[in-house]
């Protein structure tokens, strides 16, 4: 029996809110779930192409992590990282996006974040200057998704700011 979209949205929360941190120290922000229902940030098993995890952890903590996600959230959540979708839905029309930022302000000023990374340059394009201008705490750098051959500059400029040893300061 296929999953509807509500289903899947709310098996998405359910996992996320599992992995929520107390005070949320640094919120990164991507596009969207992926389409494949078994390949979210915050799902136990993902099995293939798992790649913003395991690109967050290795600029966070400086190690790749083994494919026991369990220990890896946990860390993330010690830490006050926490990871939230543009797009609660995966789509296929990017235009759905740019109606959506106003909702993504109103979702970080409530989480209270210490910083936000936006991850994507899409996602930068489109929520960097309303974020800013809603004085949110966003972070002015520019991150490629880590997937489609990107990891190294994604490293490279991820790195800096995940890094556990330059944490957010606090509020």
Same mark, same amino acid.
């Given at each position: 029996?296929? &999953?509807?979209?509500?289903?899947? @949205?709310?098996? @998405?929360?359910?996992?996320?809110?599992?992995?929520?941190?107390?005070?949320?120290?640094?919120?990164?922000?991507?596009?969207?779930?992926?389409?494949?229902?078994?390949?979210?940030?915050?799902?136990?098993?993902?099995?293939?192409?798992?790649?913003?995890?395991?690109?967050?952890?290795?600029?966070?903590?400086? &190690?790749?992590?083994?494919?026991?996600?369990?220990?890896?959230?946990?860390?993330? @959540?010690?830490?006050?990282?926490?990871?939230?979708?543009?797009?609660?839905?995966?789509?296929?029309?990017?235009?759905?996006?740019?109606?959506?930022?106003?909702?993504?302000?109103?979702?970080?000023?409530?989480?209270?974040?210490? @910083?936000?990374?936006?991850?994507?340059?899409?996602?930068?394009?489109?929520?960097?200057?309303?974020?800013?201008?809603?004085?949110?705490?966003?972070?002015?750098?520019?991150?490629?998704?880590?997937?489609?051959?990107?990891?190294?500059?994604?490293?490279?400029?991820? &790195?800096?700011?995940?890094?556990?040893?330059?944490?957010?300061?606090?509020?």
């Amino acid at each position: 029996m296929a &999953t509807s979209h509500a289903e899947a @949205r709310r098996r @998405r929360e359910r996992a996320a809110a599992a992995f929520k941190p107390a005070h949320v120290r640094t919120l990164l922000v991507v596009e969207a779930p992926p389409s494949a229902l078994d390949r979210y940030f915050y799902f136990l098993d993902v099995d293939v192409q798992d790649s913003l995890f395991r690109h967050v952890i290795e600029a966070t903590f400086g &190690t790749k992590p083994t494919r026991d996600k369990r220990p890896w959230l946990d860390a993330l @959540r010690t830490e006050g990282y926490f990871l939230i979708d543009l797009s609660p839905d995966p789509f296929a029309d990017p235009n759905v996006l740019r109606p959506l930022v106003p909702q993504l302000v109103d979702r970080c000023a409530r989480l209270r974040p210490d @910083r936000i990374v936006l991850i994507g340059a899409r996602v930068y394009d489109l929520a960097f200057k309303a974020l800013h201008a809603a004085t949110q705490p966003v972070v002015d750098v520019r991150l490629p998704i880590p997937g489609y051959g990107q990891r190294k500059r994604f490293l490279d400029h991820a &790195t800096p700011v995940l890094s556990v040893t330059n944490p957010a300061p606090s509020r």
